[in-house]
């Protein structure tokens, strides 16, 4: 199954870091209060383009999204977050 946004939105699979303190230790994703705020792009609805027909973002950009955006969806196991362009504010990279 593949997902497809619609209209003005994205799809983002996201993307977990793994985080160490400075001794090296890794912090488990229950211990993380922070929601990931970055993704990989998966999806672009018909309507992320601009005026004369360039995409602003595409397929494999990473992206970060504001920290409330979006829905989260599991598809096959995958966890997407279904964002509004307007909620991506930056491409890394």
Same mark, same amino acid.
């Given at each position: 199954?593949?997902? @497809?946004?619609?209209?003005?939105?994205?799809?983002?699979?996201?993307?977990?870091?793994?985080?160490?303190?400075? =001794?090296?230790?890794?912090?488990?994703?229950?211990?993380?209060?922070? @929601?990931?705020?970055?993704? @990989?792009?998966?999806?672009?609805?018909? *309507?992320?383009?601009?005026?004369?027909? *360039?995409?602003?973002? @595409?397929? =494999? %950009?990473?992206?970060?999204?504001?920290?409330?955006? =979006?829905?989260?969806?599991?598809? %096959?196991?995958?966890?997407?977050?279904?964002?509004?362009?307007?909620?991506?504010?930056?491409?890394? =990279?």
């Amino acid at each position: 199954m593949s997902v @497809k946004p619609l209209g003005d939105r994205v799809a983002v699979k996201i993307v977990e870091r793994e985080e160490k303190t400075e =001794g090296g230790i890794v912090i488990p994703d229950t211990a993380k209060k922070e @929601k990931p705020q970055t993704g @990989k792009v998966y999806a672009v609805g018909s *309507k992320c383009y601009t005026e004369d027909e *360039k995409p602003e973002i @595409k397929d =494999g %950009d990473m992206v970060v999204f504001d920290k409330f955006a =979006g829905t989260e969806v599991t598809v %096959d196991s995958v966890e997407y977050k279904i964002v509004n362009i307007e909620d991506i504010v930056a491409v890394i =990279g």
